[in-house]
């Protein structure tokens, strides 16, 4: 019988130390299965149980790897409830995987409620790195700025979703969001009213899938492209968007500056129409940054 080319590399994985006690947080595939490491694949036969996002997805992507273990619900909505119960079989010496349903876990999806608590509890908690739709779209945007900011997921509503992109217009980084398929044709209205239409936007869609689609273009001709073809609304979606010119970052820290001292002896919307004739910027776009800027200083709006 000829030997797996793994099969050396799996023998050094298994004799590695996996202490009792630990909550291991792993990185599963967000669409390729041959895209698992080979230390998930054996502490995930090694757990006492996998606290998992969606019982019914780990099932199946635990049959497929020809493996089987109780699995626990742990979603947004039981996240603080299921922490206690782990942290008790933790104390009683047990292993426990922490899986999301696609990537890894706390990033946009559940697991850092129950991360901190198992952290505030005096245990231990492992992480064991793979797959991320973040980097994954990061590492093949060719965009060249020099960091990058993760937003997540805009707000659904149009008006919160407004202010937090008037938030982010100075950003010199990366901007990265994720986003529904449901909601691509707004989101991208929305980057389009609240950026320059020469910021070179790059989507991805459907990482590692089937229909993979990684996509780069000038922000004014993304709503074309999204609406050229009906398929386009369907796949979820990493979307990436230049930083802001150097002139654009540094007006925008100026604003700041110029709203901070106003709102300290104005209202929000006096501080923004001041600031306006001061800065030559747009009243309600500062209007929305000051509204941040109160926010972020848990002060009382205006």
Same mark, same amino acid.
């Given at each position: ?10 023998? !050094? ?14 990185? /599963? ?28 997805? &780990?099932?199946? %992507?635990? /049959? ?39 990537? &890894? ?23 064991? *790195? ?46 990265? =969001?994720?986003?529904? *398929? ?20 790059? =989507? ?7 229909? !993979? !689609? ?23 979606? @990493?979307?990436? %968007? ?22 300290? !002896?104005?209202? @929000? ?16 776009? %500062? ?12 002060? *009382?709006?205006?």
């Amino acid at each position: 019988m000829t030997e797996s080319p793994t099969t050396p590399m799996f023998n !050094e994985v298994s004799q590695q130390m996996y202490p009792l006690s630990t909550l291991y947080v792993v990185a /599963t595939p967000i669409g390729n299965l041959g895209d698992i490491t080979l230390r998930a694949l054996h502490l995930l036969g090694l757990a006492d149980a996998i606290a998992c996002e969606d019982t019914r997805n &780990t099932a199946q %992507l635990m /049959t497929r790897y020809g493996l089987s273990k109780p699995l626990i619900a742990a979603h947004q909505h039981n996240e603080r409830e299921v922490a206690d119960k782990l942290i008790a079989r933790l104390q009683a010496g047990e292993r426990i995987a922490l899986v999301s349903d696609a990537g &890894t876990p706390a990033i946009s999806d559940p697991g850092a409620r129950i991360v901190e608590a198992v952290r505030a509890a005096g245990l231990r908690v492992l992480p064991l *790195p793979g797959p991320s739709a973040l980097i994954t779209a990061l590492s093949a945007s060719g965009l060249q700025d020099a960091h990058f900011y993760f937003a997540g997921f805009l707000p659904a509503k149009g008006k919160q979703r407004d202010t937090v992109l008037a938030g982010l217009r100075g950003v010199a980084a990366t901007l990265v =969001f994720y986003e529904a *398929p449901h909601r691509i044709v707004d989101a991208v209205a929305a980057l389009t009213a609240a950026f320059e239409p020469t910021r070179q936007i790059v =989507f991805a869609r459907e990482l590692t899938k089937l229909f !993979e !689609e990684i996509h780069r273009c000038d922000l004014a001709d993304a709503a074309a492209w999204v609406a050229a073809d009906a398929h386009r609304e369907k796949g979820e979606y @990493v979307v990436l %968007l230049q930083g802001a010119p150097t002139a654009i970052a540094a007006d925008d820290v100026e604003a700041d500056r110029v709203l901070r001292i106003l709102m300290a !002896e104005c209202s @929000v919307k006096q501080a923004a129409a001041l600031a306006a004739q001061l800065t030559g910027q747009k009243k309600n776009a %500062l209007y929305e940054r000051a509204l941040l800027l109160k926010a972020d200083l848990k002060a *009382p709006l205006d």
